[in-house]
């Protein structure tokens, strides 16, 4: 089983910053493809931002590419999402996601390990 834990999520001003964590454990490995999805009021999920496998190659949703960062910390098993220049926009439910499978998209069924949200609130 495998277990994803967020933490970070706040109030934020627009133009402000502000950094989520996801610690993992149980049966986890760098391997794993980790991401951050969000789902904005009223709104389906969506992908924010994920990073693959071993590799460690990035992806971000357009909305989001240039002001937000994913990192991971293998040795901690710990996702990180910078996001900068936050907007109104951002406001969300954000939710760290993993996968086995290196070729998932941004489709959220690829994604079978969710943590139970953040919520992060982008005022002004």
């Known amino acids: 089983q495998v277990q994803l834990v967020e933490s970070g999520g706040g109030l934020v001003q627009a133009g402000g910053s502000l950094t989520l964590s996801c610690a993992a454990s149980?049966?986890?490995?760098?391997?794993?493809?980790m991401g951050w999805f969000r789902r904005l009021p009223g709104k389906e999920r969506q992908m924010v931002a994920r990073i693959i496998g071993s590799a460690g190659g990035t992806d971000y949703a357009d909305s989001v590419r240039g002001r937000f960062t994913i990192s991971r910390d293998n040795a901690k098993n710990t996702v990180y999402l910078h996001m900068n220049s936050l907007k109104p926009e951002d406001t969300a439910v954000y939710y760290c996601v993993a996968t086995t499978d290196t070729w998932a998209g941004r489709n959220p069924i690829g994604y079978p390990y969710w943590g139970q949200g953040t919520q992060v609130t982008v005022s002004s």
């Open positions: 149980g049966r986890i490995f760098s391997s794993y493809t």
